[in-house]
């Protein structure tokens, strides 16, 4: 506190020669004086370091940049007051053009090869060197392939109890695929899609942007795919099931303790009334008895598609040998 009271009394001490001072007259000779020491300032020469842009120029129609040099140099120069002001301040600076011989073999230039391209390029300055060892780039040639496109099934999030009643269809079933060689040529055979939409729980019919799966340096012709396939709720059911009895002999010496197996599935809400059992066949084959229990097991032979999710209480059915 005591320094605080020192410094503010030595300030008003400063000042209190000032207090009937025309304040505009010292305004006016203190900005004359800075005025001219800028303007002799400018008209002398300097050695600094400034950030110059750059400009990457290819064919664009048959070759793309798929990693960019940096959009400015760091480079020590000499040159006028004025000349360093305008290429340090200016809003319209021109940046130094890079043209490469073979620019998709070319993947870095050192200092060494980017000194005369900016000496010949700014001749109002004088280029020292440039403060950076190399700059690295990437320019490759494009590459058309066309691959075909299918959804993945595993990406497809159905509410429970719901499953696709129809063929899925993708339209169209193959797309051409644009970009530099690299990319292009890391695309899979096949082209899998998938879904973004959670819990479907009705018909699908939706067009989906093939931007979503591979990157955006890639163009796709078309850019758009369409999806559609049915849904439909399905509902669990718990019936007896036939048993067919395979290689049985005709007298009837040997049967099947039961003829029937208790089973759950399901079946689509609509089909509740059309349920038809005969269409599941299921089978019990005497040739594959086990000795040890006189058991066979019990194998699902055809189930319509209609139907989802079979299961069978008992897998083995015992078999009975008539009295003679």
Same mark, same amino acid.
């Given at each position: 506190? &005591? ?5 503010a009394?030595?300030? !008003? =001490?400063?000042?209190?020669p000032?207090?009937g ?7 006016l ?5 800075s005025?001219f020491?800028f303007?002799n300032? %400018?008209?002398?020469?300097y050695t600094t ?7 990457l120029v ?7 940049? !798929?990693k960019d040099?940096?959009?400015k140099i760091? &480079?020590?120069?000499?040159?006028g007051g004025?000349q #360093? %002001?305008?290429?340090t301040?200016? %809003?319209?600076?021109r940046?130094?053009?890079?043209n490469?011989?073979?620019p998709? =073999?070319?993947?870095? *230039?050192t200092a060494?090869n980017? @000194?005369?391209?900016f000496s +010949?390029? #700014?001749q ?16 490759e040639?494009? *590459?058309?392939?066309?691959l /075909? ?5 595993? +990406?497809i999030?159905?509410k ?5 009643t ?8 193959s &797309?051409?695929?644009?970009g ?6 890391k ?6 899609v998938?879904?973004?939409e959670?819990?479907? +729980? ?5 067009e989906?942007?093939?931007?979503l ?8 012709i078309?850019?758009?795919?369409? !999806?559609?396939?049915e849904?439909e709720?399905?509902?669990?059911? =718990?019936q007896? @099931?036939d ?7 005709y007298?009837?010496?040997i049967? @099947?303790e039961s003829?029937? !197996?208790?089973?759950?599935?399901k079946?689509?809400?609509?089909q509740?009334?059309n349920?038809? @059992?005969?269409? &599941?066949l299921?089978i019990a084959d005497l040739?594959?008895? /086990?000795s040890?229990?006189?058991t066979?097991s019990?194998?699902i032979m055809?189930v319509?598609e209609y ?5 069978l209480?008992?897998? /083995?059915?015992?078999?009975i040998?008539?009295?003679e």
């Amino acid at each position: 506190m &005591v320094d605080a009271r020192k410094i503010a009394d030595r300030i !008003v =001490q400063f000042l209190a020669p000032l207090r009937g001072a025309n304040w505009k007259v010292i305004f006016l000779c203190f900005f004359t004086a800075s005025t001219f020491w800028f303007f002799n300032a %400018l008209n002398k020469v300097y050695t600094t370091r400034i950030d110059y842009p750059i400009k990457l120029v290819y064919n664009h129609d048959s070759l793309v940049a !798929v990693k960019d040099p940096p959009s400015k140099i760091p &480079v020590n120069v000499t040159g006028g007051g004025w000349q #360093l %002001l305008k290429n340090t301040i200016s %809003l319209k600076t021109r940046p130094i053009i890079i043209n490469p011989e073979n620019p998709a =073999q070319t993947q870095f *230039m050192t200092a060494a090869n980017l @000194l005369p391209v900016f000496s +010949s390029q #700014l001749q109002d300055i004088n280029i020292n060197y440039i403060a950076v060892d190399t700059i690295f780039f990437k320019i490759e040639p494009y *590459m058309d392939r066309r691959l /075909r496109i299918e959804l993945d099934s595993t +990406s497809i999030s159905l509410k429970k109890n719901y499953y696709i009643t129809s063929e899925i269809i993708v339209e169209p079933d193959s &797309v051409t695929f644009h970009g530099p060689v690299s990319f292009v040529q890391k695309l899979p055979d096949i082209f899998l899609v998938s879904l973004p939409e959670r819990n479907i +729980s009705k018909s699908y019919d939706e067009e989906l942007s093939l931007d979503l799966f591979s990157p955006s340096i890639i163009k796709k012709i078309p850019e758009v795919i369409h !999806v559609s396939f049915e849904v439909e709720e399905f509902i669990e059911i =718990q019936q007896e @099931l036939d048993i067919q009895q395979v290689n049985f002999p005709y007298d009837s010496t040997i049967f @099947l303790e039961s003829n029937s !197996v208790p089973a759950t599935f399901k079946i689509p809400r609509s089909q509740k009334n059309n349920l038809n @059992l005969e269409d &599941v066949l299921i089978i019990a084959d005497l040739s594959n008895i /086990r000795s040890a229990d006189s058991t066979i097991s019990i194998e699902i032979m055809d189930v319509p598609e209609y139907i989802k999710d079979l299961s069978l209480e008992e897998k /083995r059915v015992k078999v009975i040998y008539a009295e003679e």
